[in-house]
């Protein structure tokens, strides 16, 4: 019912930027839940940060700070601004929707932080 598609990420420098994006199409029902999380090879799934369709955030506290989520509830996307990146910020991350009771990923897109 629902598709997430996720932008590009990248290789970036450690205190660089980088913005994910990810858009999602299907039947998004007004109340819903978006999130960003991510994994690093040997780790679990994490929570990096969500926001409601209310516009209330929550982001883990080793990205507060750092990280902005925002969503676009016209266009149905939601963004992740990553800013001071970190080494320790390299994973896979990914696209999360909650919405009408039923879960939604995205693929994923590698963020790698190195010099």
């Known amino acids: 019912q629902v598709q997430l598609v996720e932008s590009e990420g990248g290789l970036v420098q450690p205190g660089g930027s980088l913005k994910l994006s990810c858009a999602a199409s299907g039947s998004i029902f007004p109340f819903n839940f978006m999130a960003w999380y991510r994994q690093a090879p040997g780790n679990e799934r994490d929570l990096v940060a969500h926001i409601t369709s209310g516009g209330i955030t929550h982001y883990t506290d080793s990205v507060k700070g750092r990280f902005i989520i925002s969503r676009d509830n016209a266009k149905n996307t939601v963004s992740l601004q990553m800013n001071s990146l970190k080494p320790e910020d390299t994973a896979v991350y990914y696209c999360?929707?909650?919405?009408?009771?039923?879960?939604?990923w995205g693929h994923g897109t590698q963020v790698t932080v190195s010099s």
């Open positions: 999360y929707v909650l919405t009408a009771g039923r879960q939604y």
